[in-house]
């Protein structure tokens, strides 16, 4: 973590404010160091007051998205675990602070704008970058969703980022990474907002029906062997009615509609990466159940009759399960089990 990450981190976890003195302790670095550093966050929007007796406080934070801001609010607890004992004393809370991150999030860009998330991690990932390394970018100009489709990226309004896996799986096994994802996704959103998201296999998270976020899931692979994956998720977060061009306005949502709220980006982000990174830990020591049962549990596709349709093929019958490898089976009406790994689901009324 950067001194930034680390600075803000022990803010996050001392509301009540921690002194320059304290925080030059614990970071090894000197008073006039740390000040420096609040100058340089209150010069990215961070409103950080500083009191003789409080010390430094953080008091108000800007609608934008900072690597260090997302460092520092995953590793406030205790990476990869729930949140931490309030009874930790305040210089083991510091000390916590600093913990080690996992893989999903340890190292976190964010850009202005770019082409396509995924473009960003697949450059990333040619160039030999661990992963877990996670791209986001406030605004893109070639955001780009399943089957070919435009994804819309205004700058600002919503999370669009796409994170880099190295898996030890198989190619027809990585429909698991997708419903990792969905996974995540509903359970940040639901910690988040209370909003009850429900699931369309493959890749839809949906509120009342209507689309909030989407999961595209990029392969580089040998016949047998899963070189990278590229895991792009767009999330149309505070998004107002009419910023949905006409054709997506009777199917699209965004959070702030569904809740009436502005919601914070960053923390819904770091809420993402956190879930995503319990939920890879599961898929890497070879537990997908226990995500596909949780998955399944909120998949509104499942029992339903559906048509998908495969480049040319469409495909009705009822989907019954998720298999263990992520696809899903379905009961086609001539009576055939089908196993499908992609194409676009139509839930039929
Ligand atoms: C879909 O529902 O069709 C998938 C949408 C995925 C959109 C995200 S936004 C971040 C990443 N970059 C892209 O170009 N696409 C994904």
Known sequence: MTTDAKILSALRENPGGVSGAQLA????VSRAAVWARIEELRGAGFDISAGPHSGYRIVG???ALLADDLLARLNCFGWGERPREPQLSKSKRL????APPRIIGRDIRVFEQTTSTNDVIEKLARDGVKEGAVVFAESQTKGRGRLGRKWISPARRGL???ILLRPDLRPQETTQLTVMAATALRRAIFSETKLQ???KWPND???GGKKVA?????LNAEPDKVRHVTLGIGIDVNLDADEFPAELKKTATSLKIETGETISRAELASAILRELDLDYALICTGKFTAVADEWEKHCVTIGKNVTVQIGGRKIC????ALDDDGTLRLRTEHGHLERITGGDVTLEK
């Open 197 to 199: 998201p429900e699931i």
């Open 214 to 218: 989407g999961i595209l899931t990029e």
């Open 61 to 63: 934070e800007p609608d």
């Open 205 to 207: 998270i949906l509120i």
């Open 317 to 320: 019958g009822c989907a019954e």
């Open 160 to 162: 669009w980022f796409s």
């Open 95 to 98: 000390a916590r602070t600093l």
């Open 25 to 28: 302790e614990q970071l090894g």
